[in-house]
């Protein structure tokens, strides 16, 4: 009985990773999931946006007022325009175009869920490439900047620290991506949790108030502290 | 009835999930307390109300990482458990 139960209960509970055909590469076998599916619709959302946004910046006339489109992505440039020059000063306006294309990857990603697909994010193969590109990107702008100091600095104060900066840095990449995983995917099973319970009459309305918090609120909150976090991390590798 | 060893793995995860979700705890009482002294500050000068929200929001959510270990074990112990394989 109680077996039988659970079971129902379960069996409705959506929230995995489905594979949905699985292909062979150099012998190895491969599976291509809801995650590849949602990832290629936002690729090709943001590339339409862009073409589009793009024709329609280059023909604007400098004296006419912006409306419409090229309005809302003036705002989301100088936005992000703005959050950039405020962190990292005028040392980091090279990394304004990585900041805004991560930002509006990962902002597309976690609101993908309010169109009924699983959001890429949700899948830590996914957000642990982008704590590794963040973690590149502080290496290597750090050793640019600081030359053999920014190895020699892993043993100040002293060298016993050693290890511990060390621990420190790799935590780096780890934390950012956990974080961005396990916010989306915590929204992602209540979400589903809440779908597998709710009888059919009540689930018309009552999810949208989740929806707005688990996939608009936390995914812009996420959003947000990534694109921060990645510009905090960066700024204090290449400041004096 | 005898349980199955397999059975009792599973039972034991989940109270062990259970128990690794208790690190939520120390995360929400430190949320709680930067957003209240978030409070009292855009109380004491309201002019500076959005630099404070968003270096709150950056403090929250640095301090949320210790919760979503716990989260992260839970996760693994329910969904991709790797005693069972230790059979």
Not at chain 2, 7 to 33: D, E, W
Request: some cysteine; aromatic content about 8%.
């Amino acid at each position: 009985m109680t077996q039988q139960l659970s079971g129902m209960i379960l069996a409705d509970v959506d929230f995995y990773i489905k594979g949905l055909f699985k292909y062979n590469l150099f012998g190895q076998e491969l599976w291509f999931t809801t995650t590849h599916v949602g990832l290629i619709i936002v690729t090709i959302v943001l590339l339409v946006l862009m073409i589009v946004g793009h024709h329609k910046i280059v023909r604007a006339k400098p004296e006419d007022k912006p409306k419409g489109l090229q309005n809302v992505l003036e705002m989301a440039v100088s936005a992000v325009d703005n959050m950039v020059a405020g962190i990292m000063g005028e040392k980091g306006r090279g990394f304004r175009n990585w900041i805004c294309a991560v930002a509006m990857f990962i902002l597309f990603c976690n609101i993908s869920g309010l169109f009924g697909l699983r959001p890429p994010t949700a899948d830590y193969g996914v957000t642990l490439p982008l704590g590794l590109i963040t973690f590149a990107l502080i290496q290597i702008n750090g050793l640019r900047a600081k030359k053999i100091h920014h190895i020699t600095s892993l043993f100040q104060p002293s060298p016993i620290l050693f290890p511990i900066n060390l621990i420190g840095e790799i935590a780096v990449p780890l934390s950012l991506s956990l974080r961005l995983f396990g916010n989306i995917m915590s929204g992602t099973i209540l979400m589903g949790l809440l779908y597998g319970l709710l009888p059919a009459a009540l689930k018309v309305g009552i999810p949208a108030v989740i929806h707005v918090y688990c996939d608009i609120f936390s995914g812009a909150i996420q959003t947000y502290v990534f694109c921060m976090l990645t510009m905090v991390y960066i700024n204090d590798k290449i400041s004096d | 009835m005898g349980i199955t060893s397999e059975a009792l793995v599973l039972a034991c995860s989940a109270i062990g999930a259970g128990l690794a979700m208790i690190a939520g705890l120390g995360p929400g009482i430190g949320q709680g307390i930067a957003a209240g002294h978030a409070a009292a500050a855009v109380g004491r000068n309201p002019g500076a109300k959005s630099s404070i929200t968003s270096t709150m929001l950056l403090g929250q959510a640095v301090a949320e990482t210790t919760g979503l270990y716990g989260f992260a074990v839970a996760i693994i112990l329910l969904f991709a458990n790797p005693l069972i394989g230790k059979l």
